[in-house]
């Protein structure tokens, strides 16, 4: 026996896709993790086509502060000599970038699947967190416009 109310599928999906967006992580900063050795970027991330190499007391591409010792300020206070750094990844979802790393290398056959069972790891001696850059045409539109 239908009862007087109407119910719509519209208001569920409303509902979900609101939920699903509060779940999604904020891209306005990213976070790059240092090393001194090239072996404990890889042990991190499962391959050393994640591992960039850095060179001691130089400012890395994430804008990492350097410190007057010639190293890099690691997050626990410590003046390190960073020689690599590992990819971008979003703040407080590291295990998901180091998940998504592994299952890439493995699928573009760059690395051997026992990444994938390997435990997540933390070999860094710091990290550091900057704003993340937008893309588009933006002043490079304007400086080939002649408006720059």
């Given at each position: 026996?239908?009862?007087?109310?109407?119910?719509?599928?519209?208001?569920?999906?409303?509902?979900?896709?609101?939920?699903?967006?509060?779940?999604?992580?904020?891209?306005?900063?990213?976070?790059?993790?240092?090393?001194?050795?090239?072996?404990?970027?890889?042990?991190?991330?499962?391959?050393?086509?994640?591992?960039?190499?850095?060179?001691?007391?130089?400012?890395?591409?994430?804008?990492?502060?350097?410190?007057?010792?010639?190293?890099?300020?690691?997050?626990?206070?410590?003046?390190?000599?960073?020689?690599?750094?590992?990819?971008?990844?979003?703040?407080?979802?590291?295990?998901?970038?180091?998940?998504?790393?592994?299952?890439?290398?493995?699928?573009?056959?760059?690395?051997?699947?026992?990444?994938?069972?390997?435990p997540f790891s933390n070999h860094s001696v710091g990290s550091t967190t900057v704003r993340?850059?937008?893309?588009?045409?933006?002043a490079t539109a304007r400086a080939r416009a002649g408006g720059g």
């Amino acid at each position: 026996m239908p009862s007087g109310r109407r119910r719509s599928g519209r208001v569920a999906l409303v509902l979900i896709g609101a939920a699903a967006a509060g779940c999604s992580p904020s891209t306005d900063q990213l976070s790059r993790d240092h090393y001194e050795r090239l072996e404990d970027c890889v042990a991190d991330w499962g391959a050393p086509d994640l591992c960039r190499d850095g060179v001691a007391g130089s400012t890395s591409s994430a804008g990492g502060p350097s410190s007057s010792s010639g190293g890099v300020v690691s997050s626990f206070g410590r003046s390190v000599g960073v020689h690599y750094y590992g990819p971008q990844y979003v703040p407080g979802w590291r295990d998901a970038a180091m998940r998504e790393a592994r299952e890439s290398m493995v699928r573009s056959g760059r690395a051997s699947p026992q990444v994938l069972s390997a435990p997540f790891s933390n070999h860094s001696v710091g990290s550091t967190t900057v704003r993340a850059a937008r893309g588009g045409f933006g002043a490079t539109a304007r400086a080939r416009a002649g408006g720059g």
